[in-house]
């Protein structure tokens, strides 16, 4: 568990409790995903915030703690409930809602959020090409959308496959894992948002490992998974897998 304790790299996260975050497993370290995401954003007390794919809501928590934002943490396989369980003993309840909700049938107000933050979910359901301009609508003008996602420093359709140690583990799903370029690429064309940083995390392969063997060593509930993606991280030794962290705010609308 220590070595999910590193002021250095991440200070804030290194604040919060290993065992209770490790509890809240759904993937890579979360915490450590926003905190260097949030160094690309600009998050002000008093924001509204959307936690998109939120999870069991580790995210949230920091959100509301860290920047004092209040949240929306939508989340479709987790219910509700759940959730505020967690905010609630957080002592976070004040300051987040929980939603249950689609990320393509969103039940908010156009231009509802000053940010919307989005960890290690958007590969689920945000890289179609109309999906920028859909989630855009509930950001105010000027409004940050910051994505954590997983990433590869090639493209799979430049590689013309999928690598096989990442195949054996996700299967097609891979082809949802861009490059940064990819993404602000994706995301500049549309004139609809300016891509403020766009990135690799430098040693996102080798935190997702350590945050895998953390999880196997205490009590990950799917342990053939974890095992399955130790192997693919320690095959790959950051070859190819990263964590792709890709901000922009909302771009005015043209006059008409
Ligand atoms: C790998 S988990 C990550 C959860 C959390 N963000 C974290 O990092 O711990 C992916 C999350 O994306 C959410 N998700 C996947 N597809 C979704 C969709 N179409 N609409 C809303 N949420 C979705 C799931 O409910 C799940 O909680």
Known sequence: MSDLIRPH??????RYDPGWLVGLDMG??????????????????GMRVLDLGSGMGATSVFLAREFGVDVVAADLWIAPEKAEAVFAEAGVAHQVRAVSAEAHALPFEPESFDAIV???????????????????RFLKPGGQL??????MTREVRDLGAIPPHVKALV??????????????????????VTVTSARLQENGWHDWLLWSRACL????????????????????????????????????????
């Open 146 to 151: 910051g994505v954590a996602t997983p990433g």
């Open 28 to 45: 890579p370290n979360p915490l450590w995903l926003l905190e260097d995401l949030s160094r690309d954003l600009e998050l002000k007390p």
């Open 9 to 14: 790299d991440y200070p804030r996260s290194s």
């Open 118 to 136: 989005s960890i290690d979910a958007y590969e689920y359901f945000g890289t179609a090409d109309s999906y920028l301009a859909y989630i855009t």
């Open 171 to 192: 299967g097609w799903e891979a082809i949802a894992w861009h490059t940064a370029d990819w993404w602000r690429f994706q995301w500049d064309i549309t004139e609809l």
């Open 217 to 256: 060593e205490h009590g990950a509930t799917d342990r053939d998974v974890v095992e399955r993606t130790i192997a693919m991280l320690e095959a790959d030794r950051g070859e190819y897998l990263s964590f792709a962290l890709v901000s922009a705010r909302k771009n005015a609308a043209p006059a008409s």
